[in-house]
């Protein structure tokens, strides 16, 4: 298990999503301390926190977890794409998601 590529991914995304520590820590049902040593590498999560995570991150286990997955090192899966066509992809679909709502907001021109 790569810990320092899941602290890097865990902090990488809470600060897109413009949230502190606290505030997923609050999410996920944990310490602010417990968070601060996720994104250091220094402490393991259990499978329900790890769950918990991804969901307030908004990704897939597999976006937090990816570089210890052997199927995604190998660089290309069933679906033909590399792991970095993979990576530009989820961000982008990312990126679509946290703007729908702002997207489907009514125009205030009639």
Same mark, same amino acid.
């Given at each position: 298990m790569d810990y320092n590529a899941l602290a890097?991914?865990?902090r990488k995304r809470r600060?897109?999503? &413009?949230m502190t520590q606290e505030q997923l820590a609050k999410q996920v049902g944990v310490t602010t301390s417990f968070v &601060?040593?996720?994104?250091r590498g220094s402490r393991k999560a259990s499978l329900e926190t790890m769950v918990a995570l991804?969901?307030?991150?908004h990704v897939g286990l597999d976006y937090l977890l990816s570089e210890s997955l052997e199927?995604?090192?190998e660089g290309s899966d069933s679906d033909g794409l590399s792991r970095g066509q993979r990576y530009v992809?989820?961000?982008?679909?990312s990126t679509l998601?946290?703007?729908l709502d702002e997207w489907n907001?009514?125009?205030d021109e009639a």
């Open positions: 890097k991914r865990i600060i897109e999503l &413009g &601060g040593h996720l994104e991804a969901n307030a991150l199927a995604v090192q992809m989820h961000e982008i679909l998601q946290n703007h907001k009514p125009s």
